[in-house]
C-alpha cells in the first residue's frame, strides 16, 4: 500500500528512518546532484546536495500528513548517511571527501520545530567519500572512499580526525560494514569485484580474507543477520544477493545466491524480523527477500519508480514489533528524483524474531 510520495528536487539516493525515540517517526532523504556548469569551475562545485526531513504517519487518515517535508539542509552532494546506534546524530558520507555529524533536535517540541543542526564536520580525504557505518559502541566511524581507501574515525563532538586510513582495494570503496558482535573487524566491497575484512586490532597492509573471485562485478553492499553473527549478505551489480556462512573467517563460504534481476545496491534487514531484508536492485526497483541459512527468496518486489533504485530503509515502531502488517518502507530513485513511503503486502502473519 503506498503511504506517499514526494520529488525530491535532486538525484535521490539514500534514505534512513531515525531509529531513536521520539523520533522514529522521522526520515532523512538525501540527494546528490552533478550540476553542470560553463567555464573551468573546480569539480567539487559541481555536486550539490540536500538532506531533508519528513514526518511520516502511515495510519493518518489525512492523506497529506502521512508524509510532510519538515527541514531541507543544503549541502555537498550526499553518498550515504547512517544514524548513531545510540543517539539521534546523522553521520553524512559526501562528494567533497567530508565527513559531517548532525543532531536531530525538537526547536519547539512539535514536528514543525523539528531541525538538523551542525555538529562537527571533517576533511577525510581529497576524493570522495561513497559509504558510512557506526560501530555499535558508537564511538568509531568507517567510511569508503572512491580512491580505493578506508578511513577509520574516532566519534568525536570537538573534531573528526582520520585515526587510520588504508589503501583496501584497487578501485571505488563501495561499503564498509563494522561487525556487529566484533567491532574490531571491517568489512568492505569495491568496484574490483572483492569482499575483504580487516581486523582493526592488526596490521592494515593485510586482510583477514579477500574473496576475489565469487563477484564477477562490483560488491556495493554487506549486510549481517541480527541474530546469526555468522552469517552475512553481500550485493553486487552483477544482480545476485549472496549468502556467506562467516564461520571460517579466513575462508567464508558463498552458501546461496539468489539473482534479483538488478544491481544489488543496498540491503536492510527487517528491524523485527530477522531474517527478511530489504533490497534496492538499481534497475529492476525494490524487493523483499527471505534470507535463511543456505536458502534466499523473493517475497515482494515494488517497481513504482521509474528510475535506478539506490535508497531503501524500513520505519522502526511499535507497531511493527507487534504486527508486522504494520511495516513501513522509504525508497528512492535517482533520475526521476522521487522518495515514495509503501507498506508491503506479503509481511501478513509473519512471526517477528527480535526486539
Known amino acids: 500500500m503506498d503511504v506517499g510520495s514526494c520529488n525530491l528536487g535532486g538525484n535521490a539516493d539514500a534514505v534512513e528512518f531515525c531509529p531513536h525515540r521520539p523520533f522514529r517517526h522521522i526520515l532523512a532523504a538525501a540527494t546528490y546532484t552533478l550540476q553542470e556548469q560553463a567555464g573551468e569551475e573546480q569539480q567539487q562545485q559541481d555536486r550539490a546536495g540536500t538532506v531533508s526531513l519528513f514526518s511520516v504517519d502511515a495510519g493518518a487518515e489525512d492523506e497529506p500528513r502521512r508524509l510532510r517535508l519538515l527541514h531541507t539542509v543544503e549541502t555537498a552532494g550526499v553518498f550515504d548517511m547512517k544514524w548513531s546506534p545510540t543517539a539521534p546524530l546523522l553521520a553524512q558520507a559526501d562528494a567533497h571527501g567530508r565527513l559531517v555529524l548532525r543532531r536531530l533536535e525538537h526547536e519547539d517540541g512539535s514536528d514543525e520545530g523539528v531541525v538538523l543542526t551542525d555538529v562537527v564536520a571533517g576533511n577525510i580525504s581529497s576524493s570522495m567519500c561513497l559509504y558510512v557505518d557506526w560501530n555499535q559502541n558508537a564511538d568509531s566511524l568507517a567510511v569508503a572512499l572512491s580512491d580505493g581507501s578506508l578511513s577509520v574515525v574516532p566519534m568525536r563532538e570537538d573534531r573528526l580526525e582520520v585515526s587510520e586510513q588504508w589503501t583496501a582495494h584497487q578501485y571505488e570503496v563501495w561499503t564498509c560494514y563494522f561487525d556487529r ?83 544489488v545496491w543496498r540491503l536492510k534487514y527487517h528491524p523485527n524480523i530477522a531474517d527478511v531484508v530489504l533490497a534496492a536492485c538499481m534497475h529492476n526497483g525494490f524487493a523483499i527477500v527471505k534470507a535463511g541459512a543456505g536458502d534466499a527468496t523473493i517475497m515482494e518486489t515494488y517497481c513504482k519508480h521509474e528510475s535506478l533504485a ?38 501478513v502473519n509473519h512471526p517477528t524474531s527480535k526486539a
Not at 200 to 226: D, W, Y
Not at 248 to 257: D, L, Q, T
Not at 324 to 345: G, H, K, M
Open 181 to 263: 558482535a566484533r567491532p574490531h573487524l571491517l568489512y568492505s566491497g569495491s568496484d574490483d569485484c572483492s569482499f575483504g575484512c580487516w581486523d582493526l586490532r592488526e596490521s592494515l597492509s593485510n586482510a583477514v580474507f579477500r574473496n576475489k573471485k565469487t563477484h564477477t562485478m562490483g560488491v556495493c553492499c554487506i549486510a549481517q543477520n541480527p541474530l546469526e553473527g555468522n552469517m552475512l549478505l553481500t550485493g553486487s551489480y552483477d544482480e545476485f544477493l549472496r549468502v556467506w556462512d562467516m564461520r571460517s573467517m579466513m575462508k567464508p563460504v558463498n552458501e546461496k545466491s539468489l539473482n534479483l534481476g538488478g544491481g
Open 310 to 347: 539506490y535508497g531503501a530503509d524500513w520505519q522502526t515502531s511499535e507497531a511493527a514489533e507487534h504486527n508486522t502488517n504494520s511495516s513501513v518502507i522509504a525508497t528512492c530513485s535517482f533520475y526521476d528524483r522521487l522518495l515514495r513511503v509503501w507498506q508491503p503486502e506479503n509481511l
